[in-house]
């Protein structure tokens, strides 16, 4: 079993080499950043599924992400992820992560339920954490990871797909800085709206959004503003310190060439209206 994704322009690869039964999936949100790929992929993982887990060394633990989440310790060759299962907390997959954080060796437990007799695994298992652990990691010296909550960007998905617009998510997009130029990518996790789609373009402003009242109000948001705001709502990867620099680096690269501004919106579909009399935004996607 073989699973191509394309998220944020990065390739990313699951393969199980005994072609074990696949359970849920794919998922809705991932069909669109499924592809077929022959090419070496950016994030490689090779997926053993299992009785039982091997016994492996722990080194020092790097992050705990709490609440029975998952644990990265060093390793010999890199890093190791404990992944439980949420229910019972007992180890459910362990992976063996190269320092580039671009191989990846998993091992799964098989689903507990027998499905015609053959051994079965769920994918989505091992794309959340491990999967994004290692994306967050790995693009982190190059993008933002972003996605507010509560502050309507739902509402403005809805609104601006109402006027024909292309919305990539409307709830984690992907900065990244590609050929000198700053993109803004979809990504397979939505948000309530359920907007996920798999396509990018040049970011020509950022909006910091909040619910107003009465009328819609714009202002533009000095420096320092921005990245308080920013820094609040985005995955950073704080168990390694070179991308967290990057990262930092990279934001204030991002307020220096793009438009950032403040957006208070009353809750009225014109605010399609006002944002296009604004001439401020070139990329109708909510941020």
Same mark, same amino acid.
């Given at each position: 079993?073989?699973?191509?994704?394309?998220?944020?322009?990065?390739?990313?690869?699951?393969?199980?080499?005994?072609?074990?039964?696949?359970?849920?999936?794919?998922?809705?949100?991932?069909?669109?950043?499924?592809?077929?790929?022959?090419?070496?992929?950016?994030?490689?993982?090779?997926?053993?599924?299992?009785?039982?887990?091997?016994?492996?060394?722990?080194?020092?633990?790097?992050?705990?992400?709490?609440?029975?989440?998952?644990?990265?310790?060093?390793?010999?060759?890199?890093?190791?992820?404990?992944?439980?299962?949420?229910?019972?907390?007992?180890?459910?997959?362990?992976?063996?992560?190269?320092?580039?954080?671009?191989?990846?060796?998993?091992?799964?437990?098989?689903?507990?339920?027998?499905?015609?007799?053959?051994?079965?695994?769920?994918?989505?298992?091992?794309?959340?954490?491990?999967?994004?652990?290692?994306?967050?990691?790995?693009?982190?010296?190059?993008?933002?990871?972003?996605?507010?909550?509560?502050?309507?960007?739902?509402?403005?998905?809805?609104?601006?797909?109402?006027?024909?617009?292309?919305?990539?998510?409307?709830?984690?997009?992907?900065?990244?800085?590609?050929?000198?130029?700053?993109?803004?990518?979809?990504?397979?996790? #939505?948000?309530?709206? *359920?907007? !996920?789609?798999? $396509? /990018?373009?040049?970011?020509?402003?950022?909006?910091?959004? +909040?619910? =107003?009242?009465?009328?819609?109000?714009?202002?533009?948001?000095?420096?320092?503003?921005?990245?308080?705001?920013?820094?609040?709502?985005?995955?950073? #990867?704080?168990?390694? *310190?070179? !991308?967290?620099? $990057? /990262?930092?680096?990279?934001?204030?690269?991002?307020?220096? +060439?793009? =438009?950032?501004?403040?957006?208070?919106?009353?809750?009225?579909?014109?605010?399609?209206?006002?944002?296009?009399?604004?001439?401020?935004?070139?990329?109708?996607?909510?941020?």
């Amino acid at each position: 079993m073989k699973i191509d994704l394309q998220i944020g322009r990065y390739g990313i690869r699951l393969q199980e080499a005994e072609n074990c039964v696949c359970l849920d999936w794919p998922l809705e949100p991932f069909v669109p950043f499924l592809t077929q790929a022959n090419d070496q992929p950016d994030i490689d993982f090779t997926v053993k599924v299992v009785n039982h887990l091997p016994e492996m060394t722990h080194g020092q633990l790097i992050f705990d992400a709490s609440h029975g989440l998952w644990k990265l310790y060093e390793a010999e060759s890199g890093f190791l992820l404990e992944s439980p299962n949420t229910h019972t907390l007992e180890s459910y997959s362990r992976a063996l992560i190269s320092r580039d954080f671009s191989r990846i060796e998993v091992w799964v437990r098989q689903h507990e339920a027998l499905w015609e007799q053959r051994v079965a695994w769920e994918p989505l298992k091992i794309i959340n954490p491990i999967m994004e652990v290692c994306l967050t990691t790995k693009l982190a010296r190059e993008w933002v990871f972003t996605g507010p909550s509560g502050a309507g960007k739902s509402t403005l998905s809805d609104w601006f797909t109402a006027r024909g617009a292309c919305v990539l998510s409307d709830e984690r997009l992907i900065l990244r800085k590609v050929a000198g130029e700053i993109l803004i990518c979809g990504t397979p996790w #939505p948000g309530t709206g *359920r907007q !996920a789609n798999n $396509r /990018s373009g040049p970011l020509t402003a950022l909006y910091c959004i +909040r619910h =107003g009242e009465g009328t819609h109000a714009l202002r533009r948001l000095p420096a320092r503003n921005v990245s308080l705001f920013v820094l609040r709502q985005c995955f950073l #990867p704080h168990w390694d *310190r070179a !991308a967290m620099g $990057r /990262s930092l680096a990279f934001l204030d690269e991002l307020i220096e +060439r793009v =438009g950032c501004f403040e957006l208070a919106f009353a809750k009225n579909p014109d605010i399609v209206d006002y944002l296009e009399e604004q001439r401020l935004a070139r990329t109708l996607v909510p941020s």
